[in-house]
């Protein structure tokens, strides 16, 4: 489920990467977080398991269309007895979608997550997404048609990546 040129970096790669958010969860109202385009689960199921017994309470919603995928995230909810809701549904078809945070790696453009964001769920506190080289140009353009204010945090596991976490979005002129 990952590519094969990274298997050999799994725990830096993926794991670690997907880890290194974890201090961005550390509010205490956040209970909920939507891992759209999961895929093999990351950073989902990553998360999921460090929140397990420091939050027991904090679940994680994933949204994977495809029929594989969506299975293997099941079969690791179940073999590691995580707290996640597992939908096999497309997330451009969902509408009115609740959650405290959004999370996405390897999905989509920036761009594309904002309008996921903003037409596909009613309520979130905030969006976290990781960027990779050309993050900070793709940054400045979606300012050019969005309004947010943003927390950056440096990649731990690539020294030319990071990850943002988006509050408070509007859609300008629109």
Same mark, same amino acid.
């Given at each position: *489920?990952?590519?094969?040129?990274?298997?050999?970096?799994?725990?830096?790669?993926?794991?670690? $990467?997907?880890?290194?958010?974890?201090?961005?969860? +550390?509010?205490?109202?956040?209970?909920?977080?939507?891992?759209?385009?999961?895929?093999?689960?990351?950073?989902?199921?990553?998360?999921?398991?460090? *929140?397990?017994?420091?939050?027991?309470?904090?679940?994680?919603? %994933?949204?994977?269309?495809?029929?594989?995928?969506?299975? /293997?995230? !099941?079969? *690791?909810? !179940? &073999? %590691?007895?995580?707290?996640? +809701?597992?939908?096999?549904?497309?997330? %451009?078809?969902?509408?009115?979608?609740? @959650?405290?945070?959004?999370?996405?790696?390897?999905?989509?453009?920036?761009?594309?997550?904002? $309008?996921?964001?903003?037409?596909?769920?009613?309520? %979130?506190?905030? #969006?976290?997404? /990781?960027?990779?080289?050309?993050? &900070?140009? #793709?940054?400045?353009?979606?300012?050019?048609?969005?309004?947010?204010?943003? !927390?950056?945090?440096?990649?731990? @596991?690539? +020294? $030319?990546?990071?990850?943002?976490?988006?509050?408070?979005?509007? &859609?300008?002129?629109?």
């Amino acid at each position: *489920m990952i590519s094969s040129n990274t298997e050999k970096s799994i725990n830096t790669r993926h794991i670690l $990467d997907c880890a290194q958010t974890i201090d961005l969860f +550390e509010e205490t109202n956040i209970n909920v977080c939507t891992d759209i385009g999961s895929g093999a689960g990351l950073p989902g199921i990553v998360l999921a398991i460090l *929140m397990k017994h420091k939050k027991p309470l904090f679940k994680v919603v %994933f949204y994977e269309k495809s029929f594989h995928k969506s299975n /293997f995230l !099941k079969e *690791m909810t !179940k &073999k %590691f007895r995580l707290n996640t +809701e597992v939908h096999k549904k497309n997330i %451009f078809e969902e509408k009115n979608l609740s @959650t405290d945070i959004i999370i996405s790696r390897a999905f989509k453009p920036l761009p594309i997550i904002l $309008d996921i964001a903003k037409e596909n769920f009613k309520k %979130f506190e905030s #969006i976290i997404i /990781f960027l990779g080289k050309t993050g &900070k140009e #793709i940054l400045s353009e979606a300012l050019t048609k969005w309004q947010f204010e943003y !927390k950056e945090k440096k990649s731990i @596991t690539n +020294e $030319d990546s990071f990850i943002i976490k988006i509050t408070n979005l509007k &859609k300008i002129n629109g």
